[in-house]
């Protein structure tokens, strides 16, 4: 049976938002963060440290490793491309910079397979609104890009996207190519020939990245989901050759590259028994709430309302699709250890399942969204202004003095660059809010301008005005310069049970000639955990090395190296 769409959406509203206005919007979201940051602890640094051993060739391009560990991530395709970025990029542009521009690449790669993919399935006939009686409905092609639009604004205000999707770690590339994945299943219906070979490139490239398992399982589901639709609608009556050598060719892809990537050693087994104390299922619910917000509790409402087209027997393939990865997302970040990392893989299709939703939301419901992220902004941005204003004059005391109990030892850097974005990003959203308050009820993407606005507001002033307190509490920098005045740069130094980040940090930024921990031990120097654990089954034998000193980080105080020299 099939049930009435509960879309009811006249031309009226699907209005498009101006072309260059969503392009600026973009703009501010991704560059941020990408410009004039420091790695950061810990995924970001251990993962430039891979990429820099691999460029300077003292690693090999299929097993990299640092100071002889293995990456945390068993991934080739983002080490990759960030050491043929260090290799390729001119003298005077810094590797950390060089490093990050294939990877704001990959940002925008993840917006508009993000935004297309939306649209390709609000194309699709059951995703249409009711017809009128006397006509005036929402024609196809400008319902399918408002709702895109909207796809796109609760892509971007996730709150667990940012950080996550601003560093150079293989979490980036894999949320990149799931999201390509799920624009390629999208419009097979439409672009046959370029949506199939997306697909495959996509496939290959999340399996490269470090997740073959999910590259197999949303493949290989989305082949059963479009055979099961095609079937259902039997569009493939006038292209059938075509129609199921797309199925065929998916599926054969994942298979392949599953192959490949178990040949390359990509293969590992990352799941964990589920958790059976209650504390830790109220994590991963705190965890699905904070890091989908708004667009998860929005989807939420999706499933409610269309709730006649997803459970049946039919396959609506707007609903079905973005359900099947949010479902793999969500049940992968259970059970593996990186859990909101995994979870960065489901936001494409959440904020996909959320646009569904804003033809169907009520007046109140709108108001309330509206209301409470003007409130949750606006002050999360008053906020940032004040801890700025604070740190280079003192005032408010209060604020000035937080800032120097966690962050002592940290100097204010004034910079007129990122103060003019801040304030022309603060002026844009005090428009933005005296527009939404206004009579412009009827677009249909309406509802999600503020939380999307919002949340690259706030990333925006974090990235700027926050910038130089964010490198300092964030980076390794002043813990590297700590530890350098403590021993001789020029010798070579023995290495023992240093996290990833912090080693590779010490060989990028410190300049230090560090050695394996299962190196001869022929160097002067020593650099340790100040208290190895029990299970290491590591000790220092105090008789060859005396302990110098113990240097913490000025802002994180388990962030400390020991010390140590070789006894005469």
Request: charged share 10%.
């Amino acid at each position: 049976m099939n049930h009435p769409t509960p879309a009811i959406v006249a031309q009226s509203a699907v209005r498009r938002i101006p072309r260059l206005a969503l392009l600026l919007f973009c703009v501010a979201y991704v560059i941020p963060g990408f410009l004039g940051r420091e790695a950061w602890k810990n995924a970001d640094m251990a993962a430039f440290g891979f990429m820099s051993q691999l460029a300077d060739g003292t690693a090999s391009w299929f097993s990299p490793t640092l100071l002889g560990m293995a990456p945390e991530q068993p991934a080739l395709l983002p080490y990759w491309l960030g050491a043929w970025a260090i290799q390729l990029a001119p003298s005077w542009m810094a590797a950390d910079f060089a490093v990050r521009i294939p990877f704001g690449l990959l940002l925008a790669l993840g917006l508009m397979a993000t935004w297309y993919g939306t649209y390709y399935l609000a194309r699709n006939p059951e995703a249409q609104p009711v017809p009128f009686a006397f006509g005036g409905e929402a024609l196809p092609t400008d319902y399918a890009r408002a709702i895109a639009d909207g796809g796109l604004l609760a892509f971007i205000a996730c709150l667990g996207l940012a950080q996550l999707s601003h560093e150079t770690t293989p979490a980036l590339a894999q949320l990149s190519f799931s999201a390509l994945l799920f624009f390629a299943i999208a419009a097979m219906p439409y672009r046959r020939a370029g949506a199939t070979l997306a697909g495959a490139f996509a496939i290959a490239g999340l399996s490269l990245s470090g997740a073959p398992t999910l590259a197999l399982i949303f493949g290989l589901g989305a082949c059963v989901l479009l055979a099961m639709h095609a079937q259902q609608r039997r569009v493939d009556v006038e292209h059938p050759v075509t129609a199921r050598w797309q199925v065929v060719s998916l599926g054969l892809s994942a298979l392949l590259v599953g192959w490949v990537s178990f040949l390359l050693d990509q293969w590992q087994w990352k799941v964990v028994a589920l958790p059976f104390a209650w504390s830790s299922w109220r994590g991963i619910g705190e965890l699905l709430l904070w890091f989908t917000w708004p667009a998860g509790a929005v989807a939420l409402w999706t499933i409610w309302r269309w709730r006649k087209q997803l459970f049946t027997s039919q396959i609506h393939v707007h609903l079905a699709l973005p359900a099947w990865f949010v479902a793999v997302g969500v049940l992968a970040s259970i059970t593996t250890g990186a859990s909101d990392r995994t979870l960065l893989l489901a936001l494409p299709a959440c904020a996909a399942l959320a646009a569904f939703a804003l033809p169907t939301l009520k007046r109140q419901m709108g108001s309330l969204i509206d209301w409470f992220t003007l409130l949750f902004f606006s002050t999360c941005g008053l906020t940032i202004w004040v801890v700025w204003i604070a740190m280079h004059t003192g005032f408010p005391p209060q604020p000035a003095a937080n800032v120097a109990r966690l962050a002592p030892g940290f100097v204010s850097q004034f910079s007129w660059v990122a103060l003019s974005a801040a304030v022309l990003a603060t002026l844009a959203w005090g428009w933005l809010v005296k527009w939404r308050v206004g009579r412009h009820r009827q677009a249909v993407w309406k509802s999600l301008v503020l939380p999307g606005c919002g949340a690259a507001l706030c990333w925006l002033l974090l990235m700027t005005l926050w910038m130089p307190l964010l490198n300092y509490s964030q980076g390794y920098g002043a813990l590297v310069n700590a530890a350098r005045t403590k021993l001789n740069p020029s010798e070579c130094i023995h290495t023992q049970l240093l996290d990833q980040g912090l080693a590779a940090s010490l060989v990028v930024y410190g300049n230090l000639d560090l050695r394996a921990a299962n190196a001869p031990q022929t160097c002067p120097w020593l650099l340790s955990q100040p208290d190895l654990p029990a299970d290491s089954g590591m000790v220092i034998d105090e008789k060859r090395w005396e302990l110098v000193t113990t240097v913490r980080h000025p802002a994180d105080s388990n962030e400390a190296i020991a010390v140590y020299h070789a006894r005469p």
